[in-house]
């Protein structure tokens, strides 16, 4: 579904990733981990066309991106921090999504109706809470049912039930088909969701495997402490 052959990204004299090699399968939920400045960063925006890399190749459903956004109405975006026009309603903001789509999204009512917001959607945003707001983020980015979600820190800001029904969301497009990439500084997040992990440190993937195989291969310790023995092993 996705494949990455060699990436390499330079911020000046910041490596931001080094060479970077990665194929996400299809129909699983792949955790994208790692500490600040890892570069998780970096590789969401190479994959989203927002960043260009110095080197190496994206695929997305089998065509190399380069220039061609055509494969983005393909993906769901939900970024750590909802951005969008402060001065629009989000009854607004979600017909602007349409209006660029061109199409009616399938699941924006079932979405907006488990998310509560449908008292919100004649308020402006930046009126919004900060958890609202990633509400809104999650109706646009699910709303379409794409193939491909890209979720970076989606529970951030959310209160538990709100964090519970996207979570809940996430298992629905899983066995709809859909390959998910997801971030989260959360490792119970992670365990409960996620199928596959990578694990990135200072530019470079230092782990990519089944997260089921990671778990029992360390005595089935809680993956937070798992990940912080690789962040030790690897800093030594």
Known sequence: MISIKNLDKKYGSLHALKNINLHVNPGRVTA????????????????????????GSIEVMGKVINGDCSYKKFIGYM??????????????????IKDIRGTEPPLANEISEKFNLTNE???????????????????????????????????????????????????????????IILTSHIMSEIEELSDEIVFLLEGKIHFEGDI????SNNNNEKLERIIAKMMMVEAV
């Open 121 to 179: 959607m004649n308020k402006l945003f930046r009126t919004l809470s900060g958890g609202t707001k990633q509400k809104v983020s999650a109706l646009i980015a699910f709303m379409y049912s794409p193939k491909i979600l890209i979720l970076d820190e989606p529970t951030a800001g959310l209160d538990p039930v709100s964090a519970g029904t996207l979570k809940n969301l996430v298992r629905e497009e899983k066995e709809r088909g859909r390959t």
């Open 212 to 215: 089921e195989s990671l778990l």
């Open 79 to 96: 970024p750590q921090s909802a951005k969008f026009p402060e001065n629009l309603k989000v009854r607004e903001v979600v017909n602007l």
């Open 32 to 55: 994208i981990v790692g500490p600040n400045a890892s570069g998780k960063t970096t590789l969401i925006k190479s994959i989203l066309g927002l960043v260009k890399p110095n080197a």
